[in-house]
């Protein structure tokens, strides 16, 4: 159990267009998902928090206008890079943390590697 | 700011060898220290250390936690070439919604 999908798995695009990332938690309802960004040799750097049904909140530096987070249903979060450039082009990674599950349990999706030409 | 630091960056031993990986944290507010390993994708979860001095393992691997010293270590003994990976020490930050600190990683190369 406490599976998460992210969709796609790999994306190219072209600079100045928008991406959606999809994340989904298939077996649990998630009241809470994060999304992460992975530059190459780096660590995972939390970007923003959101909770069904309400705004997400970022972290400081995270322009909420370019990365759009919608968590709709408590099993989906989609996250929308909005006139991708190259500098965007990085790992996202999303969590969820599962309706009544043990505290700080968050379970990773695959991941999604988007690069932006 | 929160930051959790992680050492060494890099590692290469050999097969059989014996591994510890350090992690040292400053947070605001602490409630868990978290590791994990991460090979291609998404990080998969090893331990969650909250209580000082005890140990948790799971088979080759152990890790501790000195919150005195905020500081956690992780051990692995007689490697194998499946142990590469990159592992990640991260803190739980209690808020509302649970937030994670994640180090840098420890890239560890296991030679056969």
């Known amino acids: 159990g406490a599976v998460v999908s992210q969709h796609p798995s790999r994306v190219i695009c072209k600079s100045g267009t928008s991406v959606k990332i999809e994340c989904r938690s298939l077996?649990?309802?998630?009241?809470?998902m994060f999304w992460y960004r992975q530059f190459p040799k780096q660590s995972l750097m939390l970007m923003a928090t959101?909770?069904?049904?309400?705004?997400?909140?970022?972290e400081q530096g995270v322009e909420k206008d370019k990365f759009l987070i919608n968590h709709a249903s408590l099993t989906l979060s989609t996250l929308t890079v909005t006139s991708a450039h190259p500098e965007d082009s990085s790992f996202y990674i999303c969590?969820?943390?599962?309706?009544?599950?043990?505290?700080?349990?968050?379970?990773f999706g695959p991941g999604t590697r988007l690069t932006v030409t | 700011e929160d930051k959790v630091v992680q050492s060494p960056l890099s590692l290469v031993v050999h097969e059989g060898d014996t591994v510890t990986l350090n992690c040292s944290y400053e947070?605001?507010?602490?409630?868990?220290l978290l590791w994990y390993k991460q090979e291609k994708k998404a990080p998969t979860f090893l331990f969650m250390l909250?209580?000082?001095?005890i140990e948790k393992k799971s088979g080759r691997l152990s890790s501790i936690l000195d919150k005195k010293e905020l500081f956690s270590i992780l051990n692995i003994t007689a490697t194998q070439t499946g142990d590469s990976a990159v592992y990640l020490c991260?803190?739980?930050?209690?808020?509302?919604?649970?937030?994670?600190?994640f180090g840098k990683g420890t890239r560890l190369h296991i030679l056969p």
């Open positions: 969590s969820a943390r599962r309706r009544g599950g043990r505290l700080g349990e968050q379970y």
């Open positions: 909250t209580s000082s001095g």
């Open positions: 947070v605001t507010n602490f409630r868990s």
């Open positions: 991260a803190v739980l930050i209690p808020n509302r919604d649970d937030k994670i600190i």
């Open positions: 959101s909770n069904e049904g309400s705004k997400a909140t970022y």
């Open positions: 077996d649990f309802q998630a009241t809470t």
